[in-house]
């Protein structure tokens, strides 16, 4: 009993320490998605039974790190695991300015997991339209890889206003969080996008459907097509 | 003899494996390509002599899959192989939605293998002539690439509409195979295209060309320049 | 003096078989840029001191060869090793169908190497004006990547048109060799561009300038400017 | 002590090779970035407690090169480390001709790194506005990438004139950093851009940034948009 218990406790940390080594490796990912280049963005994993939350650092080369590079905090904020310092030029470790979003996100939302993208495409389709309050796409495949939406639905993503610093967009995601319930993405204009799953597969695989569409409407608008609203020929509107 | 027999039973199921290694491959390559992205597209190879058809998973990261993770159908569409079910937060094994399309185009055409990609060309050229019923390209070196046609051809792919599931594209699909007997490929409004070939090789290399031919049509369009007649300059169009 | 020889002869060989796995290497490089998708674009490299030219085969997937794919010719055209046959799906080896048109720029030129991309700016390139008889432009920093040229020259480089099939345009490239005695690059309309140097560096590094010519020229283009003469403000024309 | 004199001395030289290996992996990786292709560009860094200066070659492919192709000179630019002479057909090792402008921008800055690219998006921001004699941009979160930079700051950035030969530069850029005593960056016309850092990881993060924004800067250009001046809907300006 005493060993199972013990066995127990060495799968528990086996599953942190594979969890800090997955998000390091997703990053490395993502950087050549062009969504955290110049140490931009942020990843965060929930493990639930555990009660942890993994984040990445900030200010960090996100293509360059390892499982070694990420905080771990409890489920109350506090720190689990914090990095070692690593010598001159790398900067002391600081944990992701997202931390109050990422807590705030997960407090709100039942999520897993949750990446914070700086990519341009994210940054531009709030930039074409200056004045929306939200993102609009219908009749395009991808929106079936966003949950609960099919081809023939409209997915509507709220657009908040950027801040000079990242805890300053707490109040306006909260809002968006209350006013928009089935939303699992907030894009910040001039900045990027939060996008949040179940899981870290989840995230990622619908991270990769929301900058398809970002891309492709930033597209049909250079093209002088609205991609909006469904005119584009003979395709019926769901009911 | 008896070794001999159970020698060639080896040598089928290593090309089984095998195969369903090369796919799993290949999808990583695709995903490189962006025809795979957010779990979406998906590839089937047939190995004809042993009546075993391949096929990817339906809502799998196409990058990270292994030999594993492919399902395997005897021709009738019963299962041969359906992958064993992985640890949370991985979903249980269901095979790829384009089963149905993949069996029709086995039937109506002699295909050895078959790409289905959502890349944002195949699915952008659609929507710049939103009423046309196929796509036409002539006098571009990549059509060479694509079985049956020459330089001075004309290269006409039909154009179906997206329907909410892939698997009510069946009709649409079955009409234009018939209507368009040359074609070995068709390109799904807002959606992405399905091609295939005799083998993986061909079917691989004819949507590099495809993809090539259709992100140019898409730049001319963009240049103001029209791509589906011979009218660019002093050039000669074949008898 | 009889080892020493025959150490001559393994060195000999040793060049041969390390000049056909980086021809192979060098192609792996050129499809992940774009230029030879689809089995498209060729590649030659001279090996002057044994009389021994190289040449990549006709209809193969040009990223996934090893040196084993490679043709070897001697000096006068005849062969000196023919690839293996590879098992089905593989097609039975056939060499490059630019070799007539590589044998001509040899004769012509004092080349060590010669590529032959399909990469999509240098196709766009002359379908932007696609009565020019040759691409121009200036004042671009990788101008001085071309052999011979510095900022202020205007980089010419002959375009001719298209055949249906790569050994019709050994005329009009035998042409343009004579009209233009500095050029070590010829476009062909709607199909892709010949760039050669006296070594595979000096091709691949002129390559790479090529290419980022043609696809600033087509952006440049695209923003409404005219590129190829010095009119973009206050600089100044050389003498 | 003598012993312990020794190892400090092993430490000294194994932190020289260990940058000299660290600038050939980082071209390597600016190489995929599109910063130095076609042997163009230069990465330099300084051992400010060695009194040494890593530079790369010239003429030399980026993505091809190990820690023994660097150059090393001491503080007053005299040799310390020449790279060894390759076989044909590589050319005889050549400092960076950016040899001198390095230099000057050690001396006139606190740089512990700099990088100079060729990138097409460096190059093309000049080109969409020939007579301006900076780069403007404000209100894109990136900007906070740069040192000493907020996102309601105006990052302005000299663009200097290109010349036949680098060290013609030499003037331009001494000028433009006195007169611009906070960039940490030049825009040459034409040509590319120089940025640098107090760190390796500092020049390369704020490279990134930058690259990002002159893209976004075109992109916006080409969607109509003016990005130098935060007319962009309802957003703050800083005080």
């Not at 001159?88 to 807590?103: R, T």
Request: glycine share 8%.
């Amino acid at each position: 009993m005493d060993s199972h218990s013990k066995s127990g406790q060495f799968w528990k940390i086996k599953q942190v320490t594979d969890s800090m080594a997955l998000v390091a490796e997703l990053c490395g990912h993502f950087y050549k998605m062009g969504w955290v280049s110049g140490t931009g963005g942020a990843m965060s994993v929930r493990l639930h039974h555990l009660g942890l939350i993994i984040m990445t650092p900030s200010g960090v080369q996100k293509e360059r790190m390892t499982a070694e590079d990420m905080f771990v905090k409890c489920s109350d904020g506090s720190d689990f695991i914090i990095p070692p310092v690593k010598a001159s030029p790398h900067k002391p470790p600081k944990c992701s300015d997202c931390n109050p979003l990422f807590m705030k996100i997960y407090e709100m939302r039942n999520a897993g997991a949750i990446i914070h993208s700086h990519a341009m495409e994210a940054c531009l389709v709030t930039m074409i339209r200056p004045l929306s309050k939200d993102f609009r796409i219908t009749h395009m495949e991808m929106i079936k890889g966003i949950e609960g939406h099919g081809y023939y639905d409209e997915l509507i993503v709220p657009i908040i206003e950027n801040a000079a610093q990242e805890g300053e967009l707490i109040n306006s995601i909260t809002e968006v969080l209350e006013a928009y319930p089935r939303t699992n993405a907030v894009v910040v204009r001039n900045h990027g996008v939060f996008i949040w799953g179940e899981s870290w597969i989840s995230a990622k695989t619908q991270a990769e459907c929301y900058h398809y569409l970002f891309d492709a409407a930033i597209k049909l608008h250079q093209l002088g097509m609205d991609w909006s609203t469904p005119s584009h020929g003979p395709i019926k509107r769901s009911s």
